[in-house]
């Protein structure tokens, strides 16, 4: 029974009330929630982790998931049931869901381990059961919260086993959080408010005329009249403007839509200054965001126009406005990737150089704080997992052009270090001796955004610490130093770090690396470097390498640089271009490894040689702009 049905004498407090009952908060959400089930006949809810936007991070008004289960992680699924709940995540999140999810209330699936079952394969399980019975299972859904392959993946899988796929037009977690007592002891937060503002011609290197003209030259290649935007670092990319709606992403709440006339920019008008207004007004039609439902399907009245979408990218909620509600095919829809996001990914010379300032700020600041640590340990001095965080923003900070941390700090110690996104430092977990520490951090600058990690050793480290930590490295280098022809995917290069471990029989649950923004998302697609990436590396493309190792328990290990891909094709002799364009990577990174963790015997000639090198341009590019003290200890510091 809900807790707003029930009667209680007041003054009595909506928190008082939930106490009095002996119910945990997550508990009461809960019981609200399948009140709306059945509400509605519904068996079963799906809470993803995504917004309307599909972001990564989140508003907090639309952290929908995090406030009815209580797991904070950035991926994974929330089922709700009339008797059962389960939170799906992959082993990024094993232990940060068992830490947070109260077992009692919710199961957690680890998708990817023996015994545990995908949100596909529970669903099945369930339909099966109700076929048996002769009823069907009515799974409710909002439909702006999965894209459209999501959607047909469920509908292929499940539909055969009697799993009716019900879209509900009002999300049940907002018409919740907007009754009583929620929204009086936990109000939604401001939602798409924060002023927008322009990045100059000089720091993107391209202008909006430019980018809406590449952009309008794809759509005339597939006779597409129609373009919606939906993805804000694509709609912050075009229009070369930045907000600060979603935590740690320099991004605004938006749609777009381009057609070959033009430019339409969806979003709270309020926050636009006069004179980002007078720049937009020649080249696009500012409308409030609301009003995207109603454009959209007007101009596609006429039968002859053509909408492309991205079904990876583009919510169920836009194909329904697109087709009137129908999940049918439509002649009038072109199922395609999305031309901005190569565009995007693919940074200029001047965003490049861009990217190349920040990075070294971050590491700058990264390597300030090791050497802080270095100090303050030899110095007998209390630490914790808080303190780190707390200094190396304090470093970014002092950096020019500090606009934000580009996540939530990672500073994991001992056992912490193995959770993978381990992003709560502990003011009371204290940095031992003996111990690993896990630092993965980032910035955003007006210049770029950044993302590294270092994992480092205080005091004297066990011999399983070293030779763990130098199976990661070498997988670091052998990625980073790898040569590759054009059309080089993700995937493949994947599969050339992790070799290294696998001999060592050891591997690591997560991605080995992703595309990051200019000044944006700090996770960006399409590009990456993971067994479920298909997308071929360019030049121009940032990405991560971040290999690991963890053990529950023990700890944990990851090693990460930016790096961007360069085209390493040299003329032959008589001038003539190679069949094949060879690429390789350049490091936006520069921090020093802890050689207390590295057995220099179990490196190859080319990985020490690349591993020399590296520390002699850290040293270079960092000395400049380092205290002479601090430059001593860096010398010191690289000198294996």
């Excluded at 129908?326 to 901005?340: C, D, G, K, V």
């Excluded at 031992?432 to 630092?439: I, M, N, R, S, T």
Aim: one cysteine or more; proline letters at 6%; hydrophobic letters at 35%.
């Amino acid at each position: 029974m809900p807790i707003r049905s029930l009667h209680f004498p007041y003054p009595m407090s909506p928190l008082e009330l939930l106490q009095s009952q002996g119910q945990s908060i997550v508990a009461a959400k809960l019981a609200d929630l399948r009140s709306q089930l059945t509400r509605l006949t519904l068996d079963a809810y799906l809470i993803p982790a995504a917004d309307e936007h599909l972001n990564e991070y989140l508003p907090q008004a639309k952290q929908r998931r995090i406030w009815a289960s209580g797991f904070t992680g950035s991926a994974g699924d929330f089922l709700l049931g009339q008797t059962q709940a389960w939170i799906f995540v992959d082993s990024r999140y094993y232990e940060q869901a068992e830490l947070e999810v109260d077992p009692g209330l919710i199961q957690v699936a680890k998708v990817g381990l023996e015994g545990h079952q995908t949100l596909e394969e529970t669903l099945e399980e369930w339909g099966r059961k109700a076929l048996k019975q002769g009823q069907q299972l009515r799974l409710g859904f909002d439909p702006f919260t999965l894209s459209i392959n999501q959607f047909r993946t469920f509908e292929k899988q499940l539909e055969p086993w009697g799993v009716v796929l019900v879209p509900v037009a009002d999300n049940l977690v907002d018409q919740v959080r907007s009754q009583q007592p929620w929204v009086e002891t936990e109000p939604l937060p401001a939602y798409a408010d924060s002023q927008l503002f322009y990045l100059p011609d000089a720091q993107t290197g391209e202008t909006i005329d430019q980018k809406l003209k590449r952009i309008r030259a794809e759509m005339e290649k597939t006779r597409v009249t129609v373009l919606p935007i939906t993805k804000l670092d694509q709609v912050a990319w075009i229009y070369n403007l930045r907000g600060w709606d979603v935590p740690y992403n320099p991004v605004f709440i938006a749609y777009a839509i381009v057609t070959p006339q033009r430019a339409y920019l969806f979003t709270n008008l309020e926050r636009i200054a006069p004179d980002i207004r007078q720049l937009l007004d020649h080249q696009v039609t500012l409308m409030p965001y609301e009003q995207y439902s109603q454009t959209l399907p007007a101009l596609m009245a006429n039968p002859e126009e053509q909408v492309l979408v991205d079904p990876r990218h583009t919510t169920m909620g836009t194909y329904y406005l697109l087709t009137g509600g129908s999940s049918t095919e439509n002649p009038q829809i072109l199922e395609e990737t999305n031309p901005i996001e190569g565009m995007k990914a693919r940074k200029n010379p001047i965003e490049v150089s861009q990217m190349q300032q920040a990075n070294l700020k971050a590491s700058r600041a990264k390597t300030r704080t090791l050497k802080w640590i270095s100090d303050q340990t030899a110095a007998g001095a209390y630490l914790t997992e808080a303190d780190v965080a707390a200094a190396i923003e304090g470093f970014y900070a002092a950096e020019a052009d500090f606009q934000g941390l580009s996540f939530n700090t990672i500073a994991g110690t001992g056992a912490n270090s193995s959770i993978v996104h381990y992003g709560t430092p502990n003011p009371k977990m204290a940095l031992e001796a003996g111990q690993l520490l896990l630092l993965d951090s980032g910035a955003q600058y007006a210049s770029g955004t950044t993302d590294d990690t270092r994992t480092i050793v205080l005091g004297t480290p066990t011999p399983e610490q070293i030779l763990r930590y130098t199976e990661v490295l070498k997988a670091h280098i052998n990625c980073a130093m790898q040569k590759f022809p054009k059309g080089t995917t993700g995937a493949q290069l994947d599969g050339i770090t992790r070799s290294t471990l696998w001999f060592a029989e050891l591997d690591y649950g997560h991605g080995t690396g992703h595309g990051v923004g200019a000044f944006l998302n700090v996770h960006e697609g399409p590009n990456g470097i993971s067994k479920r990436v298909s997308t071929a590396l360019e030049p121009g493309m940032v990405t991560s390498i971040e290999p690991g190792f963890y053990e529950p328990g023990w700890g944990g290990i990851r090693i990460e640089n930016l790096y961007v891909v360069k085209d390493l094709t040299e003329s032959r002799h008589n001038g003539e271009k190679p069949k094949t364009s060879w690429y390789g990577f350049e490091s936006l990174t520069y921090i020093p490894f802890d050689k207390h963790l590295i057995n220099l015997n179990l490196l190859d000639s080319r990985q020490r040689q690349w591993l020399d090198q590296y520390h002699q341009a850290v040293v270079e590019k960092l000395s400049p702009g380092l205290q002479p003290d601090e430059v001593e200890w860096l010398q010191q510091t690289c000198a294996l």
